[in-house]
Structures are given as C-alpha cells and as structure tokens.
C-alpha cells in the first residue's frame, strides 16, 4: 500500500459519510495521509495552529502548514499551502491558515475528522499496518528496545539512584538509537509505585531487593513504539517472583492465542485468566497514535485482522508491588510475529 492507496481509503470513507471533502487536523491523521511527524513535544505551537489536510477527489491532497513545519519532502500527490508562521512582525498564523483553508474549500462544506465522527471509521483504517507504517513500527520498537537495555544493564547499580536519574540514561539511549531526538510517553516508576500501575519518573530513590517498572513508548518519525518490562534490583521477594511468573504466563497465553478472527474481548479474557484482576486493558494497537484499535477490554467489540499491531500487556498488582509486562506483535494468516525484541526477566 502508498500513500495514494490509502488517500483511497479516506476518500472513501469520506464519501460513504455523504461529503466530498475530508478536512483533517488530527496529528495522527495527518502522518498517515502526509507522512508528517507533528511537533508535540513542546505542545500547541504560539506561532501557528497544527498541521490540517484537505483532501477531495479529482484534486491533490493538500497540506496546510506553517512555513516553521514545511517538510523537506513530500509523498507524490500531495501538495502544501504553507504561510508565515515564527516571524518579528505580528504573529497570525491561526487567520492564515482560516484564509488557506477557506480559499481551498471554495465554498464546500467539509466533512472533518474531530468534530464530524469521521475519526472512528479513519482510526479502522488505520488499524490494518501496510508495508510502509509495518517499517517505520519495526524502527520505533527497536528504539524502544534500546531504552530497556540501557536500564537492564544498568543492573544492581540503580541502587541508591533516583528514578529521574535512571530515566535520563534510557532516554539518552533510545536517542542515540534513533539518532535524533524522539517525544516519549514513559512510566519508569520503583516499588512501592510499581503497586499504583506507572507513572512518571521522580527523584525517588531505588533501594536493594525492590521492582523497577519501566514502559517506553516512544515516537520515532511519527509513529509509536511501545514496551514494557519489570525489573528487580537486587534479590526481590518471594512474592514478586510469582507475580511476574503469572505475568509471563499471561504474556504467553495472549500472544498463542492471536490470529486472525479472535474476538477482541476474548482475548482479553484470555490474557486475564483466572488469576490475575488489573484495571487496565490487555492490549492495544499502536501506529500514528500511542493508541490505537483495536482495543483489548472486557467490552470491547470486533474481532483481530490480518495486518493490526497489538500491544500486549497483561499485569499483577498487590498491595506494594506491581508487575507488568509487554511485547508487542503483528496479525499473521495463522498466527503472529512477535515484533518487539527486549528481554523480559526479572533479573
């Protein structure tokens, strides 16, 4: 699949909503119809207003953006209306993107993602990975690998360091694995804040015999990674050992089980088994977003196809430690290719 097939795709789903224009302003949207990796780091930008797409059939995919975002390359068929956005002079971004935009539409009333329901329908699309979003997923689960490494080799030396500290280095890593700086969403937290599910890391101290849960998903191109793993430093307790013994067994149990027509909430259940009660889901898919469909929850509806990238993280979660584990894996015909590559054990 290109970008041509999926500009397809939208336009027809744009059509089957009864619309002849799709406008599109959400960043995840944005990267899979442009390729464009929106800044989010550093949050809304005061200068100019996200990245929008406009597409309509029998016209180039247009992509308006700020001169400060204008991409050194584009794929073939789309094109950019850019204006000033950073300037010495007054900043006016928001009005020329409304000029941009306005000028574009010709009078069309648009159908848009956020506010139009289009969203659901375009985060389904998204679902299915192509070639080209399969590449750029492998890439950023590498990068996640390299940030769990980083704190496993750390070893019994995290002792007497702080969370933050311990966070710099894996983030040093992931960075030099993606040779550049990447956007992370991360919970590197040490017992007892293993036992709350994550979160982010503090200036706590880790102390000998206790459980580091670090999970990293970072964003390299545009597109997510995601991993999670529950070290011990030191000797744990007898406890934890058992619980990360269940964990893995529940890790295992998800990823025989999936392949194509597995109901969603079915393999939640299976996940879960009799034995283990976390107040998250299972799983997830990820792609342009942290977090995408399909969803592994008790309620959740639809059923696994040929193509999805899920997330799997089942968890055990006791009074003063918690133990969560994930890999992340791609639909096959008969079965799944486990994708992300870090290792798992608890010491």
Request: charged share 20%; aromatic share 4%; proline share 7%.
């Amino acid at each position: 699949m290109s970008f041509a097939d999926r500009h397809a795709q939208a336009l027809e789903l744009t059509a089957a909503a009864g619309a002849d224009v799709l406008l599109c302003a959400d960043p995840a949207n944005v990267h899979w119809l442009t390729g464009l990796a929106c800044e989010i780091e550093t949050g809304p930008s005061p200068f100019a207003p996200g990245p929008l797409v406009l597409l309509s059939r029998g016209e180039p995919v247009r992509l308006i953006v700020s001169d400060d975002e204008l991409p050194a390359t584009l794929p073939e068929g789309v094109a950019t209306l850019s204006y000033e956005g950073f300037t010495t002079g007054p900043l006016d971004g928001p009005r020329h993107a409304q000029r941009l935009v306005g000028e574009a539409l010709d009078g069309r009333t648009p159908v848009t993602d956020q506010f139009d329901g289009l969203g659901p329908a375009l985060l389904d699309a998204r679902a299915v990975k192509d070639a080209l979003a399969l590449a750029e997923l492998r890439r950023a689960l590498a990068v996640a690998d390299a940030g769990q490494a980083a704190l496993r080799a750390i070893g019994d030396d995290a002792i007497g360091a702080s969370e933050i500290e311990l966070f710099s280095i894996v983030r040093g890593a992931m960075e030099a694995s993606a040779g550049t700086r990447v956007p992370v969403l991360a919970d590197l937290v040490s017992a007892p804040r293993t036992a709350s599910m994550g979160g982010a890391p503090s200036d706590r101290l880790v102390h000998d015999g206790e459980l580091i849960l670090c999970d990293l998903a970072p964003r390299v191109g545009g597109v997510w990674g995601d991993s999670c793993a529950t070290i011990a430093v030191g000797e744990p307790p007898a406890a934890a050992r058992a619980a990360h013994a269940r964990v893995t067994q529940a890790l295992d149990r998800a990823i025989d089980a999936v392949r194509p027509g597995v109901d969603a909430a079915a393999l939640d259940r299976i996940a879960r088994g009799a034995d283990l009660d976390y107040p998250h889901h299972s799983g997830h898919g990820i792609g342009s977003s942290y977090h995408e469909q399909p969803r592994l929850v008790p309620s959740a509806t639809g059923s696994l196809r040929e193509g999805m990238v899920i997330a799997l993280e089942p968890a055990s979660y006791a009074e003063t430690f918690g133990v969560r584990l994930e890999h992340v894996v791609r639909v096959t015909a008969d079965g799944c290719e486990v994708l992300s590559r870090h290792r798992l054990e608890l010491s």
